[in-house]
């Protein structure tokens, strides 16, 4: 828990931008600041898919990950710089301040790690990000606006377009940090795996005393 509010207490995006034959718009100066990761917030999840041969009692094809999901991320991203044109009727042309609220149930970050238990303790690698806005307040700074009625309301209509562009661009900036958290996590829950090979190392173990492995065993002799 300290790994991951440590690495998402500071998360600057790009500039978000848009142009098509439509509009072109940009919002820029946002940095995503999780002070409401808290522990009951976070799911750590272990899925670990293994294929056994039974006549062999090996283990052909193992895979395990970790998933970790944060609910409910709220934060409030204030007096933002956007830029707003309009090229079809009515053409409009703003500029001005913008606050984007992340409220209710917030956004919700997915990190999702597989886990190399290969070794003697587990290693978290090829980290990918999932990013989902869930609820979003846009507050326009009407002082900073030429078209304080229009805008807002024209507005609304791409809302999810403006989600999608934040949600997609968080993603891309978290490259780096998602893989800074997978060191941090190798490091910090070295024991987190372990439970899962001693696990089928019981289930192997088990397998060997069914009448159905016996069976196997001794039709295996026969054929030798």
Known sequence: ?????????????????DDNNYREFWVDN?????????????????ESDSEINIQDIETKRSHTRLIV????????????????????????????RVT??????????????RVETDKTTPVFV??????NIHNMDIDFDKDSLTHDVLVPLITKLFKRQILRQIEKAVEQNMVKVVNNIGNQLTSAM?????????????????IKETEVAHM?????????
């Open 126 to 131: 090829n980290g990918e990000t999932h990013f």
């Open 100 to 113: 984007l609220r992340l409220t209710g149930d917030g956004a919700s970050l997915v990190f999702i790690f």
């Open 216 to 224: 196997l065993e001794k039709r295996k002799q026969k054929l030798e």
């Open 30 to 46: 946002i940095v995503l600041c999780g002070y409401d990761v808290i522990p009951e917030n976070i799911r750590f999840q272990i």
């Open 69 to 96: 999901t944060l609910r409910s991320i709220r934060t409030e991203l204030k007096n933002l710089e956007f830029y707003y044109k309009r090229k079809t009727f009515p053409e409009i042309t703003e500029r001005g």
């Open 1 to 17: 828990v300290p790994v991951l509010a440590e690495s998402l207490k500071y998360i600057p995006i790009p500039r978000i931008a």
């Open 190 to 206: 070295g024991q987190i795996n372990r439970p899962f090979l001693q696990g089928m190392d019981v289930a192997r173990g088990v």
